[in-house]
């Protein structure tokens, strides 16, 4: 492949992570290609209203935010590719990226595939997604002041978003399908020391009740198969989240949950000119605004990267770009 085919930098996601990197990459003239895929803007997508990303005084919907991080990137001379990456092939240089039948090479590419919180996989769930269904209460808390809100999950994770549901719903009940939890125990023991929060143990959600939002919730005993319905203004689903990242295990090195790793104080990856941002590579904040500042610290890496290969143009910067 010659020269002139090489990309600078390939970005592969279009989530907050994918289009701060793409919009500083292409502010240092790197001219990105971002192969956003088809459902563009993650997690974003289904969020109804954002209230904590800064510089959204009034919040915002997360679509708009979403386009908002793309056009800006654009404005800065970034391409788009909305298409799903199919393959890759990181062993040698250009690295190179496909998409289907094209092929795509770059001396540096960043990962920004996000991840996905797993569902329930009910048809009611998909309707009521953004309209009191949710899975992360940190984003979306504060939309449910003195409302009774129930929470899906049985390990540490599920009773953190509890836990902190407590400070703004009137009432919180925590459903698993076992008698016992996963959780450890101190979690377990402060969840049981919260007047606010309550366990409702072998049960499932099988419905979600409501016309344009959640009203209530069909719960089932897994032992007796008794069906009963629940008042309910919000249901939050915290059985955890698959990092989207089948398509590099067999090159990147990564942890027991999937989730790509970075060298410390960096983003670069186990294979030189590759770098991972956003939910991809983090599996503890899993925020907007922590995807983002990721993506800023990949560019810049990046950036770097490609200013000190033999024979490339340019110097790696002494100081961080603003």
Same mark, same amino acid.
């Given at each position: 492949?010659?020269?002139?085919?090489?990309?600078?930098?390939?970005?592969?996601?279009?989530?907050? !992570?994918?289009?701060? !990197?793409?919009?500083? %990459? %292409?502010?240092?003239?790197?001219?990105?290609?971002?192969?956003?895929?088809?459902?563009?803007?993650?997690?974003?997508?289904?969020?109804?209203?954002?209230?904590?990303?800064?510089?959204?005084?009034?919040?915002?919907?997360?679509?708009?935010?979403?386009?908002?991080?793309?056009?800006?990137?654009?404005?800065?001379?970034?391409?788009?590719?909305?298409?799903?990456?199919?393959?890759?092939?990181?062993?040698?240089?250009?690295?190179?990226?496909?998409?289907?039948?094209?092929?795509?090479?770059?001396?540096?590419?960043?990962?920004?595939?996000?991840?996905?919180?797993?569902?329930?996989?009910?048809?009611?769930?998909?309707?009521?997604?953004?309209?009191?269904?949710?899975?992360?209460?940190?984003?979306?808390?504060?939309?449910?002041?003195?409302?009774?809100?129930?929470?899906?999950?049985?390990?540490?994770?599920?009773?953190?978003?509890?836990?902190?549901?407590?400070?703004?719903?009137?009432?919180?009940?925590?459903?698993?399908?076992?008698?016992?939890?996963?959780?450890?125990?101190?979690?377990?023991?402060?969840?049981?020391?919260?007047?606010?929060?309550?366990?409702?143990?072998?049960?499932?959600?099988?419905?979600?009740?409501?016309?344009?939002?959640?009203?209530?919730?069909?719960?089932?005993?897994?032992?007796?198969?008794?069906?009963?319905?629940?008042?309910?203004?919000?249901?939050?689903?915290?059985?955890?989240?698959?990092?989207?990242?089948?398509?590099?295990?067999?090159?990147?090195?990564?942890?027991?949950?999937?989730?790509?790793?970075?060298?410390?104080?960096?983003?670069?990856?186990?294979?030189?000119?590759?770098?991972? %941002?956003?939910?991809?590579?983090?599996?503890?904040?899993?925020?907007?605004?922590?995807?983002?500042?990721?993506?800023?610290?990949?560019?810049?890496?990046?950036?770097?990267?490609?200013?000190?290969?033999?024979?490339?143009?340019?110097?790696?910067?002494?100081?961080?770009?603003?």
């Amino acid at each position: 492949m010659s020269d002139q085919n090489v990309h600078e930098l390939i970005i592969i996601g279009g989530g907050p !992570a994918g289009y701060t !990197a793409a919009l500083y %990459a %292409a502010r240092a003239d790197l001219a990105p290609l971002v192969i956003e895929g088809f459902n563009w803007g993650g997690q974003l997508m289904i969020t109804s209203d954002v209230e904590n990303y800064p510089g959204y005084a009034d919040g915002v919907m997360g679509p708009e935010m979403m386009a908002d991080f793309r056009r800006q990137a654009e404005r800065f001379g970034a391409e788009y590719v909305t298409d799903n990456v199919t393959k890759v092939d990181f062993s040698e240089q250009p690295l190179r990226v496909w998409v289907e039948d094209e092929e795509y090479a770059a001396r540096a590419v960043v990962i920004a595939t996000g991840a996905s919180a797993r569902w329930l996989g009910i048809e009611s769930e998909e309707k009521h997604k953004g309209r009191g269904v949710s899975a992360c209460a940190t984003c979306d808390a504060s939309f449910f002041r003195a409302k009774d809100v129930y929470v899906v999950g049985g390990g540490d994770s599920a009773f953190e978003e509890a836990l902190f549901l407590t400070k703004f719903a009137t009432r919180v009940h925590l459903v698993h399908r076992r008698s016992e939890f996963r959780a450890s125990k101190i979690m377990v023991d402060r969840a049981e020391q919260n007047e606010k929060l309550d366990f409702v143990p072998n049960a499932v959600v099988e419905e979600i009740i409501g016309d344009v939002k959640v009203q209530g919730l069909k719960l089932r005993n897994t032992i007796t198969d008794e069906l009963r319905e629940v008042p309910a203004d919000g249901l939050f689903v915290a059985i955890g989240h698959d990092p989207n990242t089948a398509l590099f295990k067999d090159q990147l090195d990564h942890d027991e949950g999937g989730y790509l790793i970075t060298k410390p104080g960096s983003t670069e990856t186990n294979i030189p000119g590759v770098f991972a %941002a956003g939910d991809v590579q983090d599996h503890i904040y899993r925020q907007a605004v922590t995807a983002a500042g990721s993506g800023c610290m990949a560019a810049l890496d990046a950036e770097k990267f490609l200013a000190a290969m033999e024979g490339h143009p340019g110097t790696a910067p002494t100081a961080p770009r603003p």
